[in-house]
C-alpha cells in the first residue's frame, strides 16, 4: 500500500454527488493499494503508522503527538492514482496497482481493520465512486508512506 497522510482540520466528501461522511482535525489517508496488500502485517504495520504518527503540536509547539494521544479521527480514501507511474511519456500507467475486483477486498479489509484496531474514530470514502473532497489542510503537513518503504 502506498499512503498520503495530510493532517487536516476537517474533512467533507461527497460520493456520487450525495454527502457520505465528514471529519474534523485528524489525519486524512489517501490509500494506494497493489497486488498482495491485503496480509495482515501490511495492514498492520500501516495502521499503527496512521495512528502513531507524532505531526500535531504539543505545548511547547512542537510535533510530538498523535491522533490517538489528541483522540482525533482518522479518515481513509481510496486512491488508485497513487500507484501510477509517470516516468514515460505524458499518460500514466497505473498497471502497479491492483486489480479493481482486488483493490476492492483489500480496500474493504483494510478499513474494517482499520475501525476493530486504530482506537480512534475511523471515517472512509466510497470505493470507486467520484468522489469530492472538501479538505482543510493543517500545517501544511504531508507525509508518504509505503508499506514496501520505497520512501
Known amino acids: 500500500m502506498?499512503?498520503?497522510?495530510?493532517r487536516v482540520s476537517s474533512v467533507n466528501l461527497t460520493a456520487d454527488g450525495v454527502p457520505y461522511d465528514q471529519m474534523g482535525a485528524g489525519?486524512?489517508?489517501m490509500v494506494g493499494i497493489q497486488s498482495g496488500d491485503?496480509?495482515?502485517?501490511?495492514?498492520?504495520?500501516?495502521l499503527d503508522k496512521?495512528?502513531?504518527?507524532?505531526?500535531?503540536?504539543?505545548?511547547?509547539g512542537k510535533m510530538n503527538?498523535?491522533?490517538?494521544?489528541?483522540?482525533?479521527?482518522l479518515f481513509l480514501v481510496s486512491n488508485f492514482t497513487l500507484y501510477g507511474d509517470c516516468r514515460h511519456g505524458r499518460r500514466p500507467?497505473?498497471?502497479?496497482?491492483?486489480?479493481?475486483?482486488?483493490?476492492s477486498g483489500i480496500y474493504e479489509t483494510f478499513?474494517?481493520?482499520?475501525?476493530?484496531?486504530?482506537?480512534v474514530e475511523v471515517h472512509s470514502g466510497l470505493f470507486q465512486?467520484?468522489?469530492?473532497?472538501?479538505?482543510?489542510?493543517?500545517?501544511?503537513?504531508?507525509?508518504?508512506?509505503?508499506s514496501d518503504k520505497v520512501f
Open 2 to 6: 502506498r499512503i498520503v497522510i495530510q
Open 27 to 29: 489525519i486524512l489517508a
Open 38 to 46: 491485503g496480509d495482515e502485517k501490511v495492514m498492520r504495520y500501516l
Open 50 to 60: 496512521l495512528v502513531q504518527m507524532r505531526i500535531f503540536e504539543d505545548e511547547n
Open 65 to 73: 503527538l498523535s491522533i490517538k494521544d489528541l483522540g482525533l479521527g
Open 93 to 103: 500507467s497505473y498497471s502497479s496497482g491492483a486489480p479493481v475486483d482486488e483493490a
Open 111 to 119: 478499513l474494517s481493520y482499520a475501525k476493530a484496531n486504530a482506537g
Open 129 to 146: 465512486a467520484e468522489m469530492e473532497i472538501d479538505v482543510h489542510l493543517s500545517g501544511p503537513v504531508t507525509l508518504l508512506l509505503d
